[in-house]
């Protein structure tokens, strides 16, 4: 309950005007030992009684009433439940909780801007949280779905957060399932000092690694459906609303075209993205013109044959001993898809058209 409910409701109770009045610092300090644990429930100045709610800063801020027109066992009563809400607000008012807030408010700015198309805003300064943000911060975007969503509570996942990055992240809740977390580029690349210039890894390969094992720690910890998603550092001041909506676009884009992953990584779903692009009229007629396979895709060995050979760069060595296949086994399924589909895929033209059609039938299955 916000302190201006419960003045309306005590005010109808015992019916006389009540205010809420914030101290100044050196009156707080007189009237009230808000430093320790002995807070007075009440005290009388000047013709008014005064109720500590909370303080903030060094200043407290008390509900106020006209002494005389409220009798002792009205104070008492008064006292008792103030007693009790204090509590209640003073943990409101923690490190913690106004973090939340704050963290709330981006999230409602980004909302805003992606609403009104505005990509590129730059976060206004009345968004208290920019101050701890930096030039270079790594985005990452995690999704929950499922049929039993698990409660996953602001601050114990920021906990996990913070233990897996090694230090302080910002975490931004967007919708009650879906968080985006920014993290300084060092927390996930390391500092330049540490890098060893002969084994240095790019910057890609080192924020797929770093979100597989985020993504196996948050599985770990909380049973339902997590896809995870990130994107090169960034400059968060002007590139927030922009940002998230294209980490949104990569989550749909994975599940779209990859639907056993739940890592969704943009420089891995370059293609996907320029076919989902593509109109449905042109999508169609594309599929005419190459011809009616989808009985071939359907069918869950050819397709996941296939995959497997594009991913492995058309290798058919590396094929079959990732699919635990003998090398004839597998040149006997590519020879059967090509007297199917008049495509070889071993041939670089015949493998680009087949893979624009898996993708092609991917999407448009889905619509």
Known sequence: MDMETLRQKLQ????IPLTIKE?????SSSFFNYKNSTLMDSVVNEGEVWFPLYSREGRMSVLAGELNALSLEEVQFMELILSNVRVQMQ???SPQAEEEREVRNLSSWIHSELESGRLESYIPDNILIKKRMVTEMVPLLLVCEGLHLPDIPYFQLKRLLVSYFDGDVILIPLKEYEWLILAHKDLVSGSTDEK???LEETEEEILSAFTLGLYELVASEWVGVFHLSVAPSIDPMNTLPVTVAMLRETIVLGKT???TEHIHLPWHLVLERLVSSIPDNQRGRFLEQVGDHSALF???ETLSTLETFFQLDCNVSETAKRMYIHRNTLLY???KIRNETGLDVRSFGDAVLVKLTILLYKVTKRK
Not at 12 to 15: A, E, L
Not at 23 to 27: E, G, I, V
């Open 12 to 15: 109808q109770i015992v019916g």
């Open 23 to 27: 101290l100044s610092k050196q009156d």
């Open 91 to 93: 943990q409101s008012l």
């Open 196 to 198: 060893d210039e002969e």
């Open 257 to 259: 075209f990859h639907i």
């Open 298 to 300: 359907t069918d869950t």
């Open 333 to 335: 399924r590519l020879d």
